[in-house]
């Protein structure tokens, strides 16, 4: 479903800043795999992310989405196959829009876009439908500004909002990390059931190592913009938080204090 052939970023290439983001970078995703992405500051990860969502040029290799190339495809054209969740809860969603509102524009992804949304009453139920599973209480405030929300109910609506048309590809970029510790708890684990509901290709960053462990089938560990480590399945699962930090270490890694807290 998602292919990244030997992708090189080196921004403020010929400068004092020069830094080489990515470095070689292949990466292969079967449909339904979800797998979490965890390293240090500065390994990649959310490069890694902007990469396949088209936000900036590659300096060389391919990345490809359930067969076709989008390599050269414009960042608008490729969110026709991507879902999206920033880490910043503002991003995502248009706060002076009501809630039903957002989810219409979300419904039209992929498909000629308007200046205005239309009521449709079938449309509306079935939103509502969506919000009360996230068991939040939004099914109750379909008017409501999305200004208005907690970060937490605006990340669990815009999570939503990114699988509502199911995207080839969704993307998660430490989308709990600005979340209070219950609050993220609550997001991961919608997020986790709409993942499993739809058997969506995921690349979920983070910096906590036991949610990389917990989360997912696979588990990808970057460091100077390279993957170091990848796992999967059984072997993942016998993976534990001081297993990572032994072989982060031999790696040559530093350790921030993200993933020290994490442990």
Same mark, same amino acid.
């Given at each position: $479903?998602?292919?990244?052939?030997?992708? !090189?970023?080196?921004f403020?290439r010929?400068?004092?800043?020069e830094?080489?983001?990515?470095?070689? %970078?292949?990466l292969?995703?079967?449909?339904?795999?979800?797998?979490?992405?965890?390293?240090?500051?500065?390994?990649?990860?959310?490069?890694?992310?902007?990469? %396949?969502?088209?936000?900036?040029?590659?300096?060389?290799?391919?990345?490809?989405?359930?067969?076709?190339d989008?390599?050269? *495809?414009?960042?608008?054209?490729?969110?026709?196959?991507?879902?999206?969740?920033?880490?910043?809860?503002?991003?995502?969603?248009?706060?002076?829009? *009501?809630?039903?509102?957002?989810?219409?524009?979300? /419904?039209?992804r992929?498909?000629?876009a308007?200046?205005?949304?239309?009521? &449709?009453?079938?449309?509306?139920?079935?939103?509502? !439908? $969506?919000?009360?599973?996230?068991?939040?209480?939004?099914?109750?405030? $379909?008017?409501?500004?999305?200004?208005?929300?907690?970060?937490?109910?605006?990340?669990?609506?815009?999570?939503?909002?990114?699988?509502?048309?199911?995207?080839?590809?969704?993307?998660?970029?430490?989308?709990?990390?600005?979340? /209070?510790?219950?609050?993220?708890?609550?997001?991961?684990?919608?997020? /986790?059931?709409?993942?499993?509901?739809?058997?969506?290709?995921?690349?979920?960053?983070? +910096? &906590?190592?036991?949610?990389?462990?917990?989360?997912?089938?696979?588990?990808?560990?970057? +460091?100077?913009?390279?993957?170091?480590?990848?796992?999967?399945?059984?072997?993942?699962?016998?993976?534990?938080? %001081? /297993?990572?930090?032994?072989?982060? !270490?031999?790696?040559?890694? !530093?350790?921030?204090?993200? *993933?020290?807290?994490?442990?």
């Amino acid at each position: $479903m998602l292919r990244i052939e030997n992708i !090189e970023k080196t921004f403020f290439r010929g400068t004092p800043n020069e830094k080489a983001a990515l470095r070689g %970078v292949t990466l292969s995703l079967k449909e339904g795999d979800f797998c979490t992405v965890i390293g240090s500051n500065g390994a990649g990860k959310s490069t890694l992310l902007n990469a %396949v969502a088209g936000v900036f040029p590659l300096d060389s290799g391919r990345i490809l989405i359930d067969g076709v190339d989008v390599t050269k *495809m414009p960042e608008h054209r490729r969110a026709a196959y991507i879902g999206r969740v920033f880490q910043d809860p503002m991003r995502g969603t248009a706060a002076g829009m *009501m809630i039903e509102e957002n989810l219409a524009v979300a /419904d039209r992804r992929g498909r000629r876009a308007t200046l205005r949304w239309s009521e &449709n009453p079938s449309r509306t139920e079935a939103f509502r !439908e $969506m919000l009360r599973r996230l068991g939040l209480g939004l099914e109750n405030r $379909m008017t409501a500004k999305v200004g208005l929300l907690s970060g937490g109910q605006r990340q669990a609506l815009t999570l939503l909002m990114a699988t509502l048309v199911r995207p080839k590809v969704l993307l998660l970029d430490e989308h709990t990390a600005a979340l /209070d510790p219950k609050t993220a708890e609550k997001v991961l684990q919608i997020t /986790d059931q709409l993942v499993e509901e739809q058997k969506l290709t995921t690349l979920m960053i983070t +910096h &906590n190592m036991k949610d990389a462990l917990r989360f997912g089938n696979r588990l990808v560990m970057m +460091h100077d913009g390279r993957p170091i480590l990848d796992v999967a399945g059984e072997e993942k699962a016998k993976l534990t938080p %001081v /297993d990572l930090l032994e072989y982060f !270490e031999r790696a040559g890694g !530093e350790l921030s204090d993200k *993933m020290m807290l994490a442990k």
